[in-house]
């Protein structure tokens, strides 16, 4: 079993930038490619960004494309998504995920979840 928690969301200004972190533990001598999803109220999940063990690749939505940045630091088993330029139309709940596949922009690919932390940004 792999745990992960988020951390960082909050109540920003449209415009300003947040980071969102996520810390893993337990079984985590895997190697998981980690991605960030959101949820915004009445919609479905949308998947925003996916990193592979190495970090040597990263995808993104088309939604957040050059204005986030998803990066991971494997010896503090954590996750980070840089979030630059936020929209109101950012939030949303954010959860970070586990897979054991690399490059996987689906949620049935990811085998773990946190328990996703709220972004609100304010026009």
């Known amino acids: 079993q792999v745990q992960l928690v988020e951390s960082g969301g909050g109540l920003v200004q449209a415009g300003t930038s947040l980071r969102l972190s996520c810390a893993a533990s337990?079984?985590?001598?895997?190697?998981?490619?980690m991605g960030w999803f959101r949820q915004a109220p009445g919609k479905e999940r949308e998947f925003v960004a996916t990193i592979t063990w190495s970090g040597a690749y990263t995808y993104y939505g088309d939604s957040v494309k050059g204005r986030f940045t998803i990066s991971r630091d494997n010896a503090k088993k954590t996750v980070y998504l840089q979030m630059n330029n936020l929209k109101p139309e950012d939030t949303a709940v954010y959860y970070c995920?586990?897979?054991?596949?690399?490059?996987?922009?689906?949620?049935?690919?990811?085998?773990?979840w946190g328990q996703g932390t709220q972004v609100t940004v304010s026009s």
């Open positions: 995920a586990a897979s054991r596949m690399a490059g996987s922009t689906a949620e049935y690919m990811y085998n773990y």
């Open positions: 337990g079984r985590t001598s895997s190697s998981y490619a």
